[in-house]
């Protein structure tokens, strides 16, 4: 059974930092993508940052690009989103994906098939 674990979300003041955690199962993450999304109250879930099997490539949404940084510890079979300087509008819950290919268009929902439940973040002013 592929399975996703996300952790890690909390209460945070603007400014502050989290770091979230995506543990894997039933696979090995090398082999696979992973992504993280969130969806903000009233929003359509969105695609913050993924990382690539193989090469390692990253890519950000650009509204947290310097501030949040995606890696991946292949020996604990799991992904981390770390997150600086965060905002109020970074308040969501965040989700990890992941997928056995690289998807193309990594943003969008309907490119990966494996979904993990939500972690909240929240983070006031």
């Known amino acids: 059974d592929v399975q996703l674990q996300a952790s890690g979300g909390g209460l945070v003041q603007a400014g502050g930092s989290l770091r979230l955690s995506c543990a894997v199962s039933g696979f090995h993450l090398g082999g696979y993508s992973i992504g993280w999304f969130r969806q903000a109250p009233g929003k359509e879930r969105e695609g913050v940052a993924c990382?690539?099997?193989?090469?390692?490539?990253?890519y950000y949404t650009n509204s947290v690009k310097d501030r949040f940084t995606i890696s991946s510890d292949n020996a604990k079979n799991t992904v981390y989103l770390q997150m600086n300087s965060l905002k109020p509008e970074d308040t969501a819950v965040y989700y990890c994906?992941?997928?056995?290919?690289?998807?193309?268009?990594?943003?969008?929902?309907?490119?990966?098939?494996?979904w993990g439940q939500g972690t909240e973040v929240t983070v006031s002013s």
């Open positions: 990382i690539s099997k193989g090469d390692g490539s990253t």
């Open positions: 994906v992941g997928d056995i290919i690289m998807p193309s268009n990594w943003d969008d929902t309907d490119e990966w098939f494996y």
